[in-house]
Every structure is written in C-alpha cells, then in structure tokens.
C-alpha cells in the first residue's frame, strides 16, 4: 500500500458492508462476552462511564491482569486464560465507554482512569499488558503507581539509544556490540515506518479535528483509514471482510461517536504534568515495576536489545520469529490462545509463565 488503501479494496469492502455484512449477528456475539460497566471518577472530570469486558477466572491464584489497547484495536483482540482475572476496558472515547468533551484528558488521566478501575473491580494490585498507546498507558502506570502493579508486559517497545550522560554502563555495552542481523532488520522496519508510513499519527497529534470531520461524515472514509493499517501492520495476516468490518464496525457505531477516538493523540502530547513532562516519558526509565518484552518482526517499532535495557529492570523477554502490531490478532501473542499462561506459587515468589518463560522477580507478597 505505498500510496493509499487501494480502491478497490475499499470499494469491495463498502460494498459487503452496505449489502452484505451483518452487523446484528456480530453485536449478538460481543454481547456474549462478559461485558460491564463501570463508573470511575478522574481528578477534574466527570465520571467517565467504562464499558469493560471483565473475565474472571476459576483459578484461586490468578493474577489481575490489565489489557490496555489502542487504535485501531479494540478490547476484542484479547483473550482470556486460567492465569489471570483479565480486564479489558474500552478507553475513553473509544467504543462504547463515554466521551468526555472537557480538553486535557492525557496520559495521565487514562492512567488514572485503568488505575481506579482495577481498585473498584477489587483488585489492589494488578499486571498490566498494552502496546502502542496501550504501551504509554500502561507505562505510565508504572510511574505513577508503582506500588500497585506488579508487572508492566509490552509487545511493542519504545526505548531510546543509550547515553553516555545518563546510563553510562549501557551506552558502552552498545559502542562495542555490533546489531545482530535481526537487529538490523528491526531499524530497518522502525526507519519505513518513521519514513513512510507515520503520517497518520502527524495527523491525528496536531490537526485531529480536521481529519475528524471526515470520519463523521463519512463511513467510507473511517474504513479506508484503518484498513490501510490493518493490513499495513501486520505480519500477512489473511483478514477476511468480516473481521475487517467488524472492527471498523465498532469505530463507527462506537458510543462516542466515529471521530472522537483519535484526539488521544493531542491529548498526549499538549496536556502533560510534572511527573509526566512529555510522552517520551513512557520510554524511560523507571525501576520499580518489572518488564516484560515480547519482540515480533513486523512490529512497528523493532528495537535492538540494548536499547531496550533503558526502559527498566527487563525480567522475560521473548522473540517471536512471526507477527506484526495486532500480535493477539494475529495468534502470535504470549497472552493470545495458542500460548498458554500458568500461575504458580513458589515460597514467596509469584511465577507467570508466558509463552514458556517467567517472571521470577516478583514478589508474591505484593500480588
């Protein structure tokens, strides 16, 4: 797709979508999930209604496990698993959660929102997972609250070259070692993407109001707007019609309206605060909540390993030989059905084993 959706595409998938494609029976589907609603107050805002899909598990030990997504997803890329109580919320402004109109709900607030969540679900401490924007969500869950959870789990990482001024010890580990071929592959990929691919992001962070008008307007327009990424995103994944219009489906009747969603990005990178002085934020380091990585080759951003040791205290990490952006999707995720997930206890340590590998930092006294 180097210039655009191609229109034939974008002309078929209308088409299915006006005639064909039936949107009933995939509301009757999501309704089998176990949706919820919760009402959670924000510093300086209204309540904010969240609808959320919350699976609990059967497993006394589970863990909490928070799953924040990002645009173009949605809560349905996630699924469940005996480990964990999962819950999933729908953002605000996104799907079928309230808007909120009132400007400066940024990163800090969306934290605030998923923290107060999981404190009115019961859970006082929690695992948290996202990528993406769900990257710099749970991110700054870290920072902000770094007694409650437990782990920070991220299947696209954003970190930063290493620097003599500030993590001396890594920046010379990085000047002698050569990338590995994968490596260079994977800034190769962050390159296109930067190069080719990240005006959509210019977009929504500076003019989202412009674009937006569109998407009211138009349903066309939503769709030849996330399928480009859908497709773009992602490691050849074979979407069918349905799958695709079933996510644009929930942009479009989304409770907020089809064009609101994308002011997260302005909201990040205008309203920040002391402890949150920029959204680059979310890719330093902090070393109090453990890391887990999870690395796909056509991820948009593919980092070198030492530039992921910048971000915290890396305790798992896993290399996937396939997947993209939407991995969970994809069935390419260590949290995703194919990979299983255990919970164990042993003395005082809580093991989570992903994808076959373990957290062995955390202590279970915290869970």
Not at 172 to 187: F, M, V, W
Request: proline share 5%; with cysteine; hydrophobic share 40%.
């Amino acid at each position: 797709m180097a210039l655009q959706s191609p229109l034939a595409d974008v002309k078929r998938l209308a088409k299915h979508w006006k005639t064909e494609f039936l949107w009933r029976d995939v509301e009757a589907t999501l309704n089998e999930l176990p949706n919820y609603r919760q009402s959670v107050k924000v510093n300086s805002f209204d309540p904010i209604d969240v609808h959320i899909v919350w699976k609990k598990s059967s497993n006394p030990n589970a863990i909490p496990l928070l799953f924040v997504h990002r645009w173009p997803g949605s809560f349905i890329e996630k699924n469940g698993g005996p480990a964990f109580y999962v819950v999933a919320p729908y953002m605000r402004n996104f799907g079928f959660s309230s808007r909120v109109t009132k400007s400066g709900f940024a990163l800090s607030q969306y934290a605030e929102t998923c923290h107060r969540l999981m404190q009115q679900q019961g859970y006082e401490k929690y695992v948290t997972q996202g990528r993406d924007c769900g990257f710099h969500i749970t991110s700054i869950l870290s920072i902000l609250y770094p007694d409650y959870v437990l782990a920070n789990y991220i299947n696209m990482v954003r970190a930063r070259l290493p620097s003599f001024a500030s993590q001396p010890a890594l920046a010379l580990q990085h000047a002698l070692t050569p990338y590995t071929e994968a490596e260079q592959k994977g800034i190769e990929r962050l390159d296109w993407f930067i190069d080719q691919r990240q005006a959509y992001q210019t977009l929504h962070a500076t003019k989202p109001h412009t674009i937006s008008y569109t998407f009211a307007d138009s349903p066309v327009a939503l769709l030849a707007w996330i399928y480009e990424e859908l497709v773009d995103w992602t490691d050849n994944y074979p979407w069918t019609d349905d799958e695709i219009l079933t996510w644009i489906s929930i942009y479009w009747f989304s409770t907020s309206g089809p064009n609101v969603h994308i002011r997260i990005y302005y909201e990040a990178q205008h309203n920040l605060t002391d402890k949150v002085l920029n959204s680059d934020r979310a890719s330093q380091w902090r070393d109090r909540v453990k890391l887990g990585l999870a690395h796909f080759p056509k991820e948009l951003s593919v980092m070198p390993k030492i530039w992921r040791r910048t971000m915290g205290p890396v305790v798992l990490e896993s290399t996937n030989d396939k997947g993209g952006h939407f991995a969970a999707w994809e069935d390419q995720m260590p949290f995703s059905g194919t990979s299983r997930r255990c919970s164990a206890r042993r003395g005082n340590v809580t093991r989570l084993c992903l994808a076959g590998m373990d957290i062995r930092d955390v202590d279970s006294s915290r869970v």
